[in-house]
């Protein structure tokens, strides 16, 4: 069971570090809008977005072509994500550039976080000149340049995608009888799903003895079963918060034989056999769009003991017995940290597969105080 459970893990590190490679660039379908006007459908091959604010790669697999942002008009992915080519000045330095198109009409709105720290978002009216917002003093070059519709406060707006998405957009429809815009930002909405989740767990006792202490136990590995929900609650795509309750045993034998002089004096027996549900809260990331995306996540956790029996049975010469309960915390604090990979099968539905590293420190009223339980899990999940 051991070798299966670490030729499972061996695996898993094998396809994360594989499919952590594949996230670094992604070709989901798009378009492209050429010089003349025309419109091309293949793939678009995303990468570094520094280096997607010049060029692109777009085409069919396994032969795509690099496009300049003066070559062509601009390009987009599904019906909400669109650039446009576009001349801009910023300190006193011209550029050819794509920007993201957040809201169309008669003003229109655009985003960039790669071209400078102080200007991430962009106006044009019009069809006039690109003007750049500084994120210092925007409200006033948007006070001038939106002054003809007096219904708008430019003031209480925030340098934030959304908000200056509902502005643009405001004043867009500030006309009777003008085109109305059309915002194409999409707020991120908070998402729930809940799933399941089960496997196994390499479980280790280990601990600190105080000083003086005539033994010397050591534990090896003991297999054993996991299992719990969670829910997954993420407000984009890459972050989430998952909190779980999960269920696990921790099971532990060892055996220690104390001798004098080659004399066995006494067999000292350690045996641990405690069941807890564990509660992680943990902080999710995910890399990438693709279909199989790996992910990372990290979290403190507390275990609370469902049932705990923590005894050390010592065995003298003379064949007499003693028999001492150690007495545990009812509750454990740890610390989680995980990785894995996962595949959207449907909207709701995803499966994922994942390693992590679980360490609990627990209290006892014997002379081995500082215990840790630690485990490695290997799990499949499904959200439902």
């Not at 720290?117 to 210092?136: A, D």
Request: charged share 15%; hydrophobic share 35%; net charge positive.
């Amino acid at each position: 069971m051991k070798q299966t459970l670490q030729g499972a893990i061996l695996m898993l590190l094998c396809l994360f570090t594989s499919s952590a490679a594949q996230a670094q660039k992604t070709t989901p379908n798009a378009y492209l809008i050429t010089s003349s006007s025309d419109t091309l459908r293949g793939q678009l091959v995303k990468e570094n977005s520094s280096k997607m604010l010049y060029a692109i790669q777009f085409g069919e697999a396994g032969n795509y072509k690099t496009y300049q942002a003066a070559d062509i008009n601009g390009y987009g992915i599904g019906d909400s994500i669109r650039y446009e080519t576009k001349d801009v000045l910023v300190d006193g330095k011209s550029y050819t550039v794509f920007l993201q198109l957040l809201v169309d009409g008669p003003a229109k709105l655009y985003y960039t976080q790669r071209l400078h720290p102080s200007y991430n978002f962009f106006l044009q009216k019009e069809q006039g000149h690109v003007v750049p917002l500084n994120r210092s003093y925007y409200t006033g070059t948007l006070s001038s340049i939106l002054s003809d519709c007096e219904i708008i406060n430019v003031q209480k707006h925030k340098y934030t995608a959304l908000s200056l998405s509902n502005l643009v957009h405001a004043y867009n429809n500030c006309f009777t009888g003008a085109q109305q815009g059309k915002v194409l930002h999409k707020s991120n909405k908070l998402t729930i799903f809940w799933g399941v989740r089960v496997g196994a767990s390499a479980f280790h006792l280990s601990y600190q003895s105080e000083a003086g202490s005539p033994d010397h136990h050591t534990f090896g590995s003991t297999t054993e079963p996991v299992a719990g929900i969670f829910a997954n609650i993420g407000a984009g795509k890459q972050f989430s918060v998952q909190p779980e309750l999960t269920y696990t045993s921790r099971r532990a034998e060892s055996t220690y034989t104390h001798t004098r002089n080659t004399t066995v004096v006494y067999n000292s027996h350690i045996k641990l056999d405690a069941h807890y549900l564990q509660l992680p809260v943990l902080l999710k990331y995910k890399f990438g769009s693709a279909k199989l995306q790996p992910y990372f996540n990290a979290g403190p956790a507390l275990g609370l003991a469902l049932s705990k029996d923590f005894t050390n049975t010592v065995t003298y010469q003379d064949g007499s017995t003693h028999v001492k309960s150690m007495a545990l915390d009812n509750y454990t604090l740890g610390l989680v940290a995980g990785a894995g990979v996962q595949t959207q099968l449907t909207k709701r539905n995803a499966l994922s597969v994942e390693l992590r590293f679980v360490r609990d420190l627990a209290n006892s009223n014997h002379i081995y105080k500082k215990i840790h339980f630690d485990s490695w899990q290997l799990t499949a999940g499904i959200t439902l």
